[in-house]
């Protein structure tokens, strides 16, 4: 998963998709959702150890999960924070 400018780009067993911000909705401090042609596709959360300091030296860390949207059991997948290139 990247996020910059355009939006926030998946990337999925080979596959690529850009949500762009209009299609990203964000519910609360802790989650957004990706969609496509207004439905739900990904959801995004932040873990309990998740910290984003505001002082420039100390740097983010913790985990973010994507969830796909989908009424079938899934399991997230836990990502790691590995700051801007």
Do not use: C
Request: glycine letters at 6%; a negative charge.
């Amino acid at each position: 998963m990247i996020s910059d400018t355009e939006g926030i780009t998946v990337i999925e067993d080979g596959k690529t998709e850009l949500f762009e911000w209009e299609n990203i909705e964000q519910f609360g401090t802790l989650a957004v959702v990706l969609k496509r042609d207004n439905e739900a596709v990904w959801t995004i959360s932040l873990n309990e150890n998740f910290e984003v300091h505001s002082d420039a030296p100390e740097s983010t860390v913790g985990n973010i999960r994507i969830y796909e949207a989908t009424m079938e059991k899934n399991e997230p997948i836990t990502l790691e924070y590995s700051g801007s290139n």
